[in-house]
Nanobody
Framework: QVQLVESGGGLVHSGGSLTLSCAAS????????VGWFRQAPGKEREAVLC????????YYADSVKGRFTASRDNAKNTVYLVMNDLKPDDTAVYYC???????????????????WGQGTQVTVSS
């Protein structure tokens, strides 16, 4: 049984930083692309970034370029979302998701991901 568990959310002031974790069981994250999405109240789920399997290339939404990044710890079967210079508009529930085969033209499409975590709340105060 595949399970993804996000953690690390919380309340932070504008300009602050947070690191979210996505820990997996039932599959080896090393072999999967891992996407991060977010959903604010009343809004659609939005792609944030995706770190691909293999070469680890990362794709970014324009809204987070230069502020957010992702990394892997294969020994811990975990992917991290490092968020810097947070803004109130970053407030949302953040989700991680996985799929085997995603690239530049597909990483931002949530329907293509097979497995999802339950989400973790990030709140940025102004």
């Amino acid at each position: 049984q595949v399970q993804l568990v996000e953690s690390g959310g919380g309340l932070v002031h504008s300009g602050g930083s947070l690191t979210l974790s996505c820990a997996a069981s039932g599959l080896s994250l090393e072999s999967y692309a891992v996407g991060w999405f977010r959903q604010a109240p009343g809004k659609e789920r939005e792609a944030v970034l995706c770190i691909s399997s293999g070469n680890g290339r990362t794709y970014y939404a324009d809204s987070v370029k230069g502020r957010f990044t992702a990394s892997r710890d294969n020994a811990k079967n975990t992917v991290y979302l490092v968020m810097n210079d947070l803004k109130p508009d970053d407030t949302a529930v953040y989700y991680c998701a996985t799929d085997k085969f995603l690239g530049a033209n597909s990483w931002y499409r949530p329907t293509l991901y097979d497995y999802w975590g339950q989400g973790t709340q990030v709140t940025v105060s102004s």
